[in-house]
Nanobody, 118 residues
């Protein structure tokens, strides 16, 4: 059974930091491209940051220089370090994994709420 379990969300003041974690089980984590998405109320889900199985990263423009995505294949975990948080970062954050070879199966976590107060 495949599971992606996010943790680390919460309430923080503007300018503060949070570190999200996404722990995977039931997959060969090292061959999965991983991403963090977010969805604010009334808005579409959007890609925040992604890291390939090979370690390449990309970010949406609004978080560049503030957020850092990383992965630990031994722990089967992907992280999102969020610094200098802004109220507009408030959303439910989701982790997604997509196989980089073979059937390229896709899995989502259940989400974790991040709320940034002004």
């Amino acid at each position: 059974q495949v599971q992606l379990v996010e943790s680390g969300g919460g309430l923080v003041q503007a300018g503060g930091s949070l570190r999200l974690s996404c722990a995977a089980s039931g997959i060969i984590f090292s061959i999965y491209d991983m991403g963090w998405y977010r969805q604010a109320p009334g808005k579409q889900r959007e890609l925040v940051a992604a890291i390939s199985s090979g370690g390449s990263t990309n970010y949406r423009d609004s978080v560049k220089g503030r957020f850092t995505i990383s992965r630990d294949n031994a722990k089967k975990t992907v992280y999102l370090q969020m610094n200098s948080l802004k109220p507009e970062d408030t959303a439910v954050y989701y982790c997604k994994g997509r196989g980089s070879v073979g059937f390229k199966s896709e899995y989502w976590g259940q989400g974790t709420q991040v709320t940034v107060s002004s």
